[in-house]
């Protein structure tokens, strides 16, 4: 890959706002471009133009893994350049508005609407209102159905994906899986149309012949009566009836970023990454990314090793950090942290080992590499009560929370994070008081230790969230509550954590519950709620994942004016044999599974993880992964 020096930039960019702009808004950098690693190319010389947008600020969206690999991906083929585009804080927004200024992207500073794709990522429903943003701004037409030859191809990508569904009328596409099997593919398909002048039709349907594309156009679906989805059939020949998940087997010898772009001003996670596996052999009942990402396939050690050198030598970064769901079943966990700490710790970088399990070895480890004094230590029991924990397959038991909280605080630390679900299915009055009751144990656990041996008091933070059933988990037929419903086991909790003995070494925090209800209604929702989007946008809803900014009554609005009910998805659960948004959609777990551990979930059976035994998901179709490791 060709990179222009500095010169050849320099000459070649001229940025698209002013000055006077850049002086008048809050940290002008997110939108300048011109970092160390980005990539510039002349693009007179390339054939495809790709603006990757992650929609949220500049801070986040340049902290996402994801869009770094496809980033990289894209920009070592001579024939594409791939920039970034993110969402304009409010303040810019409003300035581009009134002075009619195209959304651009950051390395050529070019209009959105010039280039042949915008590929979004959707990482959660609360950016929904800022894809549409995104679009408006770029003055690309807002409904897919209006695009003519000369629009963008817009297509997303990401989690949400996985239920497309309301927001199929502002995608040309979705992308569904991982980004690195067939989008070279999709781009050879759009050079030869693009060549051949033919109508945006027929590129999409080429591009719903590629497995895993799915065109939401060339489907129709009908309703029942109740509300509910009577068909979802294709209505154009070319479209699969099923669309199948993309999944890289191999995930050692598949693209990595050895030279991220390093951001100018300071991201949510401003380090290099090294993801040392993708999925989870965990079945957490409530956890769709363990389900989405089946099987667990891991990266080799050795690889890491390389990848950490040469990220920390071309980023100039201070800190490294291991990505994975569940970090504790790499299998060669103690490989890698015992490789990072005697080849960095002393050389001033700082190493951060998330979603570790809290036992012998990780507290190890994490007292070599933290500052005890300031650090605290999170646990996610989930549930209060052991009952529940079997009901969500959590796999903790309340001896393994207080064994290792009582190892921490003997090795020095003091503040414990614990984390809730409020709302879950078979939940009771009793399991909610039980989550003041194990923070009440684990405070206790601290006071056993002998005053001389103590540091002061200990602080134990209880954070509950309300649970959301997503798609393609066990709990997809699940009901949610209401807001009210929500609040009130929220009091019952605080209710009860000032009842403690302890009470004053306690705290309780707990999520808003109005923005949950929101998140149902777009998790499990169809079609059909695109148009409340389209009016919560409309009445001026953006940035809805900012409490600052999130706006219930004007969603409240957009709900009544467009006359869908949020019960209808919220508060009934579904019938096994209802037919579901996404339910064209194959992951390779099967709805008979699923159905299965939704069974077992309501009579509070556990099922062990993959590695103690196979539970015949369905992941094994796939071929690799820990469904084959030993067999080989």
Known sequence: MYILNKNERRNMRKLALNDEI????????????????????????????????????YEIGMSHLGIQILYDMFNHRADVWCERVYSPWTD???????????????????????????GITIQYEMCYTNILQVLDLSQIPLFAKD??????????????????EPLADFFDIFYIGEGETVYNELLDAYKEWKASGAPRKEFLERAAEIPGLYVPAFYDVTYNEDGTIASFEPNNVHAKRAIEKQMVLDVT?????????VPFIKATQDRVVLEIQRGCIRGCRFCQAGMLYRPTR????????EYAYQMLKSTGHEEISLSSLSSSDYSQLQGIVNFLI???????????????????????????????????????????????????????????????????????????KLYFMLGLPTETEEDMKEIAHLAEKVARRYYEIPKDQRNGKCQIVASTSFFIPKPFTPFQWAKMCNKEDYIQKAHIVNNEMKAQLNKKSLKYNWHEADVTVLEGVFARGDRRVGKTLLEAYRLGCLYDSWSEHFRNDLWLQAFENTGVDIAFYNLRERDLDEILPWDFINIGVTKKFLQREWKNALEGKVTPNCRMQCSGCGAAIYGGGVCFEGKN
């Open 22 to 57: 850049l002086l008048k808004i809050e940290k002008p950098a997110r939108y300048i471009g011109n970092e160390v690693n980005s990539v510039m190319k002349n693009k007179n010389e390339v054939d495809i133009r790709f603006a990757m947008c992650f929609p949220d600020v």
């Open 147 to 164: 695009r003519g030859n000369d629009d963008p191809i817009v297509i997303g990508g990401g989690p949400c994906t996985y239920n497309p």
């Open 298 to 305: 891991e990266r080799d050690l050795e690889r890491l090793k």
């Open 92 to 118: 810019l927004d409003e300035i581009m508005r009134k002075q009619n200024i195209p959304l651009f992207a950051l390395e050529s500073q070019d209009p959105i609407k010039e280039f042949d794709f915008l």
């Open 253 to 261: 010898n598949t693209y990595y970023p050895e030279k991220p772009v």
């Open 342 to 416: 005697d080849e960095f710790k002393g050389k001033g970088i700082n190493v951060s080992l998330p979603s570790l399990r809290i036992d012998a070895f990780s507290l190890d480890v994490m007292s070599k590499v933290q500052d005890v004094r300031k650090s605290s230590l999170t646990f996610a029991p989930e549930a209060g009560s052991q009952r529940l924990r079997d009901v969500i397959n959590k796999g903790l038991t309340e001896e393994i929370i207080l064994e290792g909280a009582g190892q921490a605080f003997e090795g020095g630390w003091t503040r414990v």
